[in-house]
Antibody, heavy 132, light 109 residues
Framework: QLQLQESGPGLVKPSETLSLTCTVS??????????WGWIRQPPGKGLEWIGS???????YYNPSLKSRVTISVDTSKNQFSLKLSSVTAADTAVYYC????????????????????????WGQGTLVTVSS | DIVMTQTPLSLSVTPGQPASISCKSS???????????LYWYLQKPGQPPQLLIY???NRFSGVPDRFSGSGSGTDFTLKISRVEAEDVGVYYC??????FGQGTKLEIK
């Protein structure tokens, strides 16, 4: 059974960089069939996709967060990581890592980008609070 | 932008009774590759979303057969043939995580 586990600091100061790692067990992150993504959910609110990565290192980001996000993969450790810079209180959320199976082209009213679909396995999530 | 509209927004069901949730998208979800990327998730309090149905009508591994999905184009339905206590939570239909719909809250009477 595939399992994903998020790890990292639960408290980050404003203007600093949030860093999280997702460790995958029970399956290989190097599988050509899957992508690996980060999603967040502010308390009491809906889900927001942050970005995704393929085992080869190709990355796909939510246009609204792209300027602050870096996602990387370490296939030797079966892990992928998230860095979100210049955080504010608005970045306080439960952060999930998850696996998804497809990326499809999508155009909103303002931009075109790659849209992740078919999220099948999720980590339990980790609460990150941005506060001084 | 695609907008997903679910009805009802809340549902109170007696155990053993059926339930149905409607989902309408503002644009057709039929992709140029012939697939319809429409998924149903259930999110229980304090937990991540769990996948129930993928690509309109396919039950994900381990999902009880009391859950079924149907529809095409812009109109979709999730049906639970006999609701059980463990089915409580918020149900979401979505093409992707982004943008995100409002969900339907299922409670047990």
């Amino acid at each position: 059974q595939l399992q994903l586990q998020e790890s990292g600091p639960g408290l980050v100061k404003p203007s600093e960089t949030l860093s999280l790692t997702c460790t995958v067990s029970g399956g290989s992150i190097s599988s050509s069939s899957y992508y690996w993504g980060w999603i967040r959910q502010p308390p009491g609110k809906g889900l927001e996709w942050i970005g995704s990565i393929y085992y080869s290192g190709s990355t796909y980001y939510n246009p609204s967060l792209k300027s602050r996000v870096t996602i990387s993969v370490d296939t030797s450790k079966n892990q992928f990581s998230l860095k979100l810079s210049s955080v504010t209180a608005a970045d306080t959320a439960v952060y999930y890592c998850a696996r998804h199976r497809h990326i499809i082209p999508y155009c909103s009213s303002t931009s075109c980008y790659s849209l992740p679909v078919y999220f099948d396995y999720w980590g339990q999530g980790t609460l990150v609070t941005v506060s001084s | 932008d695609i907008v997903m509209t679910q009805t009802p927004l809340s549902l109170s069901v007696t155990p053993g009774q059926p339930a149905s949730i409607s989902c309408k998208s503002s644009q057709s979800l039929l992709h140029s590759d012939g697939k319809t990327y429409l998924y149903w998730y259930l999110q229980k309090p304090g937990q991540p979303p769990q996948l129930l149905i993928y690509e309109v009508s396919n039950r994900f591994s381990g999902v009880p057969d009391r859950f079924s999905g149907s529809g095409s184009g812009t109109d979709f339905t999730l049906k639970i043939s006999r609701v059980e206590a463990e089915d409580v939570g918020v149900y979401y239909c979505m093409q992707s995580i982004h943008p995100f719909g409002q969900g339907t809250k299922l409670e047990i009477k």
